[in-house]
């Protein structure tokens, strides 16, 4: 009875420890991981007053943006060399203003169009993507905010170095292409049907507007599409469930993005096992009026009142209900 007695505590020792060990190495992991996250001290506008109120329970507001760098470095993420911003020497290839619901059931993916015609503030009326190019991305924000009245809780930015070494590390992304189409300035061929396309392929893919009937517009499609199909990568059972792969996401994740002060692992973390249960993801373009000139540019003209709409409706965490009432959801399965 005694050696009995004894071989029992010497087991529940043994798993004492273990765990101590196994919460120790997460411990250690998370704080390399965090150690490891690009973090840009004052990405978020500082002047509360020009900006809207913080309001607790309408979910959480996330710009995404894609960097048109004209570095040869790297400009985000853990190996970044060269600066993110430099004045005038980088735009935005791409804006995405991106809603969590209160619930974390929900999110929907808002692309602003580059060329859109805005007031940036302190510049006057230009392009949106030229508020990242004379401010960095606290001007950005600062213009997303005015435009939307959107509150802007955190900002993560990639480049397209970033972007496809981000597809590779999942193991390439799979697009459905409505049909054959030719990009004349790079010089590629997309065939109809299903495509699996590594992190430079992708690049390619979603930089093309030459040859798509919709231009720009067709192309914010073929981003969504692309962040569909990664979402569909990590949002799967198979991945949330296996801590390992959720780790080596969270490590692309950190060498690939650069954010706000902000944002922790931890945060990057529940954000990721939040939309397990996820019920909907929409994706939506901001409501475009039609284009023009304005100072001998070409530019996107927006809608404003729907503009307004959709604002209102994110301001109050019910934008499915704007996308389900407009009938405004793209279609991203398939794309051009």
């Not at 979910?59 to 400009?75: M, Q």
């Not at 990242?132 to 435009?147: D, M, Y």
Request: net charge negative; charged share 25%.
């Amino acid at each position: 009875m005694r050696r009995a007695r004894r071989l029992l505590l010497i087991i529940g020792a043994a798993v004492v420890l273990m765990g101590v060990c196994g919460a120790g190495a997460l411990y250690a992991f998370q704080v390399s991981l965090d150690g490891d996250i690009t973090r840009l001290p004052g990405a978020l506008p500082t002047d509360e007053a020009e900006r809207p109120p913080p309001e607790p329970g309408v979910g959480e507001n996330w710009l995404l943006v894609g960097t048109d760098t004209r570095s040869e470095e790297t400009t985000t993420g853990e190996d970044a060399r060269g600066e993110l911003w430099r004045p005038g020497q980088q735009r935005t290839d791409t804006i995405m203003l991106i809603h969590l619901s209160e619930g974390r059931n929900l999110v929907s993916v808002v692309s602003i169009p580059r060329d859109s015609w805005v007031t940036v503030p302190g510049k006057g009326k230009a392009k949106i993507n030229a508020a990242f190019s004379w401010g960095g991305p606290a001007l950005l924000i600062r213009t997303v905010e005015k435009l939307t009245g959107v509150r802007i809780d955190h900002y993560a930015a990639i480049d397209f170095r970033g972007f496809a070494a981000a597809v590779d590390a999942i193991g390439g992304v799979d697009v459905d292409i409505a049909e054959t189409v030719y990009d004349p300035y790079r010089k590629v061929t997309w065939k109809a049907g299903v495509q699996h396309l590594g992190g430079e392929e992708a690049l390619l893919f979603v930089r093309q507007r030459a040859n798509l009937p919709g231009g720009d517009l067709d192309r914010i499609k073929r981003q969504q599409a692309l962040l569909s199909s990664i979402a569909d990568k990590v949002l799967s059972a198979e991945t949330l469930t296996n801590p390992v792969k959720v780790n080596d996401l969270l490590r692309a994740l950190t060498k690939a993005f650069s954010v706000d002060a902000g944002v922790t692992t931890g945060m990057l973390r529940s954000r990721m096992l939040d939309l397990a249960g996820l019920d909907s993801l929409d994706y939506v373009t901001m409501p475009v009026e039609g284009t023009g000139t304005r100072s001998r540019q070409s530019v996107v003209l927006l809608d404003m009142p729907e503009v307004r709409a959709l604002s209102a409706a994110i301001q109050d965490d019910r934008i499915d209900d704007y996308v389900r009432e407009h009938d405004s959801g793209n279609a991203v399965d398939t794309v051009r």
